[in-house]
């Protein structure tokens, strides 16, 4: 997986667009989220071993919202079960071609990994299979906010009895000095790895009108509305969180 480093905001925009996972956000995607998201690897690598758990014979697992596929690696690295296989699904042209390469890569690195199918497709119109694990890694927060109920219920819907969706996301807090202070952590993360001012202010540019994050409360409402039966967060740096919900 190309490791070219992430400059894309380093230079004065005259005018700064919406962020989009376009070609030259692929290019640069693993050194952007290892140096923008506390705990990314963490959580990514500690996704397959949860899925090892709910996992289920002959079943299907998901990666809703894949990018370059490290979260399907995980899956399909630690999940044994037999008749098993792994759904990759993006909206982005760019992202779904170089998730191919990558797994296809990975196929000669290792041996009986799990079988995957990698989509283009939008997650809000795709229709799920049954499935015993579905990973949404720092992908919901794309989704309209008006649209998110809706999606995790048909998730719900598709889950089996003792699979499990497993969410990450940034999140919002409520009390202003709590938000404040993971704010101002997480700027100070994003320094450490080298990201100068402009780049920092011209990346909240681009992404503050197309990531909406939730509260830790929100989510746990609207999955428990969305007919899970039980939220569980299992991890958190920053103000960047994965949960686990159980139908």
């Excluded at 705990?39 to 709910?54: D, H, K, M, S």
């Excluded at 952590?185 to 939730?214: C, T």
Aim: with cysteine.
């Amino acid at each position: 997986m190309s490791q070219s480093p992430d400059r894309l905001f380093a230079h004065p925009l005259e005018q700064v667009p919406d962020f989009a996972f376009n070609e030259d956000v692929v290019r640069v995607f693993p050194d952007m989220i290892k140096r923008s998201v506390p705990g990314y690897p963490t959580i990514v690598e500690n996704l397959g071993v949860l899925a090892a758990r709910f996992a289920q014979p002959n079943s299907t697992l998901y990666d809703l919202g894949a990018s370059l596929g490290a979260v399907t690696q995980s899956l399909r690295r630690h999940v044994r079960n037999d008749g098993c296989r792994v759904i990759a699904v993006d909206n982005s042209a760019a992202m779904v071609e170089r998730c191919r390469q990558y797994l296809t890569a990975q196929d000669s690195m290792f041996q009986e990994l799990l079988p995957v199918n990698v989509l283009e497709a939008d997650i809000l119109a795709l229709p799920f299979e049954p499935a015993s694990v579905v990973a949404m890694n720092f992908t919901l927060q794309f989704i309209a906010p008006d649209q998110r109920l809706e999606l995790l219920g048909r998730i719900r819907q598709a889950l089996l009895p003792g699979g499990a969706l497993i969410l990450s996301e940034k999140l919002h807090f409520t009390d202003d000095d709590e938000q404040t202070l993971l704010n101002e952590l997480h700027l100070d993360f994003k320094r450490a790895n080298g990201y100068s001012e402009l780049e920092i202010a011209q990346k909240r540019s681009a992404i503050e009108n197309v990531m909406k994050p939730d509260t830790l409360e929100t989510h746990k409402a609207r999955l428990r509305a969305a007919g899970f039966s039980k939220v569980v967060p299992w991890f958190q740096c920053l103000n960047f969180a994965s949960l686990i919900a159980l139908p």
